[in-house]
């Protein structure tokens, strides 16, 4: 399937060194705040922290983007879609600076956590991205998707960064987010047909470039002959 992304939200961290780190819309998650040094997003203390996006309404099918910049043996990050304030219920796209874990997508439901997917293991430099759709997530690295699958997630939520350094605080930093909503093409179309004393209705369509509806005519009240994708 492919996507369309809107992006809703950006931070690029390009700004005095700021502890906690908040502009306005970022809140700190289990007093343990996030802060920008040197333009770099990284933990305050050693046993690492995390952050919420709050300067948006953030849309129910939603996308989050980060650049790991330093990210050493043993580093953890995590990117959350759809989390609340205590992180029980998410999806999280999880960073490790390890061979044997490498990156996973996970679904937390009531605080449980189900590893979904290992993905290859992620290096500094490189820019990840997942998204979610209804209850199917999709994650691109450097732009191009490596991974789909579904999952049973929350409805909704917001978009949380978290940072667990290896040694020390400097050694486990991103920057460059971004995110929105995200929508599938018109590529992909949902007819549904809904009968009703004969007559035949056009329930939904999910796609979103032009479509031209053909000649609704002769088949009788209701039905469509045919449709032109431009």
Known sequence: MSLVFTQLAADDFNRPDE?????????TLFNLPMQIVSHKVQSVASGGGASLYKGIAWPKDQWAEIRL??????SVIVLV?????????????????SDIFKTQ????????????VTLPRAHAGETW?????????????????????TGTFPESGSVVIDASPSIIQSDTTLDSFVGGSVSPTLSEVDFREIKSSGEVQLQSVSLLPEVVFGEVSSLGKGQIKSLDFL
């Open 19 to 27: 502890n906690p780190l908040d502009n306005g819309v970022w809140t």
């Open 69 to 74: 910049v330093d990210f050493i043996e043993n």
């Open 81 to 97: 879609l759809r989390g609340n304030a205590d992180i029980t219920d998410d999806i999280e796209l999880e960073f490790f600076g």
């Open 105 to 116: 997508v996970s679904a937390v439901v009531g605080g449980v956590q189900t590893v979904l």
């Open 129 to 149: 991205r997942i998204a979610v759709v209804v209850n199917t997530w999709y994650v691109f690295r450097n732009g191009i998707q490596i991974g789909t699958g």
